[in-house]
């Protein structure tokens, strides 16, 4: 039986429609066209060279010009077309308490510092956004605020208060309980992860995570990160490293550096860290792990850290508490060739970075005498050319407001846009034949009253 847009169709002979020259003509130009794009997306995707630097370049990658970074059309899409809720902090009870603290004492500056202050930084920018909207209607996504890792640190909560104080800010979210929390982004910045929300996989398990994290192997041996939900985000540099004005510490000339390799950090009892330190009392002139202060009248400021940082070819980052460190995203600000020893990392935008032509990655079981002699054998000039990537792509560790055209904050809205999905559901909503939500007692969105059971 056929299709009602068939009877407006003209048929020849057969049900078949007319072929004429002119038809025959665009057919030959459409699949010529074909071809040759599905001969530019199927190239191997880079503007770097392969892993073999006596390979001649490959040319397929957008690359940046400029500093502005071309994003890839396949499985992005022509440009950005997002929108974004931001969740005020006097919109929830208890939402001031995960972002400040329970007597509000925690100050936003104060978390903005250090390791976790993407926390922070993302929820200001995206404040600025013109990606934001005061509409929730008409959001593709919902962004819930939380300096929880700070403010745990700071004493501001303790893990049953931080709990407590989740479930208590998500039962009064009627869009989350729509979708489930499909549509809802919670930012995670540290190794630990979402299991700082220690019920993360009963009431947050849909939703999108934004962390520098996909490997939280801790204690229970589990990990919150889901490849097919979630974003890795690259850690928080120093502000005085990433800025596009005069850097608190500027690299050095390669031919100036004294070392070959460093490893700055502290020993944590790991096993990989270890080795280091053993291997660094064999080689001292190679090698260098020094002990590391981070507090008291010794401890190493960030000017000296960087400087000690630069003063080698190759920056070592063995894997700690978990499997990300922030010394990666570090290293590239003083021109010094990452090496990972981390076996399980996950590395952000991976769809358009080929890691590669920036970075090595050794194994974690062959830490010894033998690393040190294979980043010997590698020529300066094949080093420059890896330093000369890593300038190009470095701009994506920093974020800046959109204004700059290369940021952290431009790749995790690239991510985003591709977790939006046009159909929203969860296990207590339900919809009828005109396209409205209901509840299982038959009670219209727009009518849910917080609070609301979650589980």
């Given at each position: ?151 745990r640190m700071l004493g501001g909560l303790d893990d049953k208060e931080i709990t407590d104080t989740y479930v208590k800010v998500l ?99 790991k096993v990989g860290r270890l080795k280091l330190i053993e291997l660094a009392k064999q080689f001292p002139h190679k090698l260098e ?167």
């Amino acid at each position: 039986m056929g299709s009602p847009t068939n009877k407006s169709r003209p048929l020849g002979a057969g049900g078949h429609t007319h072929c004429t020259r002119t038809h025959q003509i665009g057919a030959l130009l459409l699949v010529a066209a074909t071809f040759f794009l599905s001969r530019i997306f199927d190239s191997p995707c880079d503007g770097f060279p392969s892993a073999d630097l006596s390979r001649p370049l490959r040319s397929e990658l957008p690359s940046f010009h400029g500093g502005d970074f071309s994003w890839p059309l396949r499985g992005y899409g022509p440009h950005l077309d997002l929108k974004i809720y931001v969740y005020d902090e006097n919109e929830i009870e208890g939402l001031k308490a995960l972002m400040y603290g329970r007597d509000g004492k925690i100050s936003a500056v104060k978390c903005m510092k250090g390791q976790w202050g993407t926390q922070v930084k993302i929820h200001k920018l995206l404040l600025i956004s013109r990606f934001q909207t005061r509409k929730k209607e008409e959001a593709d996504l919902f962004f819930v605020p939380s300096y929880i890792k700070c403010v745990r640190m700071l004493g501001g909560l303790d893990d049953k208060e931080i709990t407590d104080t989740y479930v208590k800010v998500l039962s009064q979210m009627p869009y989350f309980r729509r979708s489930g929390g499909r549509d809802h982004i919670f930012v995670f910045p540290s190794g630990i992860g979402a299991h700082i929300f220690k019920s993360w996989e009963i009431y947050i398990n849909r939703s999108i995570f934004l962390t520098p994290e996909g490997d939280r192997t801790d204690k229970k041996d589990t990990s919150a990160f889901n490849t097919w939900k979630d974003i890795i985000i690259p850690g928080n540099v120093d502000d005085s490293m990433t800025t596009n004005g005069e850097r608190a510490v500027q690299p050095l000339p390669l031919s100036k550096r004294k070392l070959l390799a460093n490893y700055l950090g502290r020993a944590q009892g790991k096993v990989g860290r270890l080795k280091l330190i053993e291997l660094a009392k064999q080689f001292p002139h190679k090698l260098e792990c020094p002990d590391l202060r981070f507090s008291g009248p010794n401890k190493l400021g960030r000017p000296e850290y960087f400087e000690h940082l630069r003063n080698a070819k190759f920056c070592l980052a063995p894997r700690g508490e978990s499997s990300w460190t922030l010394r990666f995203y570090e290293s590239f600000f003083v021109e010094c060739v990452p090496v990972i020893m981390s076996d399980q990392i996950e590395l952000p935008f991976q769809n358009v970075i080929d890691y590669t032509q920036i970075s090595i990655k050794w194994p974690s079981t062959r830490i010894g005498p033998e690393l040190l002699e294979y980043l010997e054998s590698i020529p300066d000039k094949d080093i420059e050319t890896m330093i000369s990537h890593g300038r190009q792509v470095r701009c994506l560790w920093a974020y800046a407001p959109e204004s700059s055209p290369c940021s952290a904050m431009q790749g995790i809205m690239w991510e985003l846009q591709r977790k939006v999905r046009q159909f929203q559901q969860s296990a207590e909503t339900f919809w009828l034949h005109n396209g409205s939500y209901v509840n299982r007692n038959l009670v219209e969105f727009s009518k849910w009253k917080p609070p609301m059971p979650l589980s």
